[in-house]
């Protein structure tokens, strides 16, 4: 188990969503603005359906922080649907005179068959609401916190739209992203061009009552070399990575690095040689890789580089024109349920991204550098890169 961790509670249009911080450092100054910046970072992007007309996503520190800085022990958070006051009747907590209709027509592509039968459940309802990409919402403020961490360990984060549906941009190897065209983009592109047509295709998309998946890339930059181990299997940082990429909602494929393209090369053309370079000496390291087809990270752990992460996120399973299912209560062909939906969810699951790595960083430094409060921390991440051999 790691020194960070969290848990998230909370229904899509129930009263609010709860997240549970443990195992952050005291003395870490964090204030709620910081947390809130990164919701409005999630709600928007082209292709957000009406439900991000209705929430202003917003969180509430409930306990943790002290005067703007953690004081070590578990931090909550609470983010209010403001929705709920339209659904306080269909969640009720409290038994009901009457309650309301079931949905009984699963959505092929979401949870909802499955996690019925799991659960025995003869209403969807329940399914529908935790299984909701709502949840994110409180796991992006996790990751807020994650990431003050990071930023004082000089980490730093961003995501970008690499493809939506047919279009895909890749990037010249040796030109960095321009963030600020990215953070100004619709659809988080850096290549304006591509933006449009990427827009005009979830326009296209929602005329024809459908849904658009595509790319997003993660990269966390000055990462220092020896987070993660390859000692056992767990540990693996890139193990670690890949699951919580994979645990954001729509999201069926991880890649790290060159990632699935790797695998049509020879070993002379796959992997990154190593030659000497005074200029990584700031960080320790008197040399550097050529290339970073590893997407920084060898043998379960860090090498330096950059952690280059992409997820291919499927198209949302909602749509407005629904594909055909059964009547759980009759077993005969329906068209499955229908509730409002975005049309492509691509430039916020990078957001999500995000924050996802972010967790996982922060508690593999918490776990190499230790520390219960962030002087500690810091002292130790110092002394550590002074002595790199």
Not at 176 to 196: F, G, H, I, M, Y
Not at 236 to 253: C, F, T, Y
């Amino acid at each position: 188990m790691g020194q960070f961790r969290f848990l998230t509670a909370g229904e899509s249009h129930g009263k609010g969503l709860v997240a549970i911080v443990e195992g952050m450092v005291a003395d870490l100054p964090l204030e709620v603005e910081y947390i809130n910046k990164q919701l409005k970072r999630r709600q928007q992007g082209y292709g957000r359906g009406p439900r991000m007309k209705i929430e202003e996503d917003k969180a509430e520190i409930m306990a943790g922080v002290r005067y703007g800085l953690t004081i070590g022990s578990p931090i909550a958070l609470f983010i209010t649907n403001r929705d709920w006051q339209n659904w306080q009747e269909q969640l009720s907590v409290s038994p009901v005179v009457r309650e309301a209709e079931p949905v009984t027509c699963p959505r092929p592509g979401h949870a909802d068959l499955a996690g019925v039968t799991k659960y025995g459940l003869d209403d969807i309802r329940p399914i529908i609401e935790r299984a909701s990409a709502r949840e994110t919402a409180a796991r992006v403020a996790v990751g807020a916190v994650a990431r003050r961490l990071l930023e004082e360990l000089g980490i730093a984060i961003h995501s970008h739209t690499i493809a939506i549906g047919r279009h895909h941009w890749e990037r010249s190897k040796t030109d960095p992203v321009d963030w600020q065209q990215v953070e100004a983009s619709p659809v988080r592109c850096a290549n304006a061009k591509l933006e449009k047509a990427m827009m005009s295709a979830i326009d296209e998309a929602k005329t024809n009552g459908d849904t658009l998946g595509g790319i997003f890339e993660v990269i966390a930059t000055n990462v220092p070399i020896g987070l993660g181990s390859h000692v056992s299997w767990d540990r693996r940082l890139d193990g670690r990575i890949a699951q919580a990429i994979m645990s954001i909602n729509a999201v069926k494929g991880v890649e790290i690095g060159a990632g699935f393209s790797l695998a049509e090369l020879r070993g002379s053309q796959a992997h990154d040689v190593i030659k000497p370079d005074p200029r990584h000496e700031a960080k320790g390291l008197p040399w550097q890789h050529v290339t970073n087809r590893a997407g920084g990270i060898e043998g379960g752990i860090t090498n330096g580089e950059d952690i280059i992460v992409r997820a291919a996120v499927k198209p949302i399973a909602t749509l407005a024109k629904p594909l055909p299912s059964i009547d759980l209560r009759s077993g005969k062909v329906a068209k499955a349920h229908y509730e409002r939906s975005d049309i492509c969810v691509v430039p916020a699951a990078g957001i999500i991204g995000e924050a996802m790595l972010a967790i996982v960083l922060a508690d593999a430094c918490l776990e190499k550098f230790g520390g219960d409060n962030l002087k500690e921390t810091l002292a130790n991440y110092r002394n550590y890169l002074r002595n790199i051999p």
